[in-house]
């Protein structure tokens, strides 16, 4: 594979946390010049394809895949489609880790669903469900997440202590939560079913 392609599936696979030049090169094995030379062919090869929707973000050091400007109107038609009404079962899976584990980053959330949760979040941020929750005292600073108040409103909770309570395996911060993220979709479900307001 290319250093252009390795960094490219990087890029897409973290989402909107994005990644900085040290950790791409990191990850690669690259110099950090060649990881600048090669963002910056990627970015060329996104502008001169009008075919392609995607271009390059960078805030500081950290770069981002993004949506070009061009494509909002169409994004924003499928976020308020009927298609787009109900949550697949990815979404409310992570929801559900979410609500109980919060704040939580996407890589605590990908650790205890054994898969990568981007475009998930992505999604969930775009519907406001949850939100921002500040950043996480580590190396690399990832963003922490939490339920929104519109979260309890399309849910038809009062409040977070409305959900029941997980099982022992799951309770939060405990060594056993990661091993099945089913616990936290099974305990959010019930609670759907009881208010009957299921999405």
């Keep these: 594979m290319t250093p252009l392609a390795q960094i490219e599936s990087l890029l897409f696979v973290s989402g909107d946390e994005g990644m900085t030049v040290a950790d791409l090169a990191t990850v690669t094995g690259l110099m950090k010049p060649a990881v600048l030379a090669t963002l910056e062919r990627l970015a060329q090869k996104y502008a001169a394809d009008a075919d392609c929707a995607l271009e390059l973000m960078v805030n500081d050091t950290t770069y981002r895949l993004v949506t070009k400007e061009a494509a ?37 959330v990908d650790e205890i669903r054994g898969v990568q949760s981007a475009s998930t979040f992505q999604k969930l941020v775009l519907r406001r469900l949850i939100e921002a929750a500040g950043r996480l005292d580590e190396p690399g600073r990832p963003k922490l997440y939490r339920t929104s108040a519109y979260f309890l409103d399309y849910f038809g909770l009062q409040q977070l202590s409305d959900l029941p309570p997980l099982p022992d395996a799951a309770v939060p911060n405990s060594e056993d939560a990661a091993d099945d993220g089913d616990l936290f979709l099974q305990a959010f479900n019930q609670q759907l079913n009881q208010s009957g307001d299921e999405p």
């Design 72 to 108: 909002s109107e169409v994004v924003q038609r499928y976020f308020e489609s009927p298609l787009s009404t109900t949550l697949s079962p990815a979404s409310l899976e992570v929801l559900a880790i979410i609500a109980y584990r919060q704040p939580i980053t996407r890589i605590e």
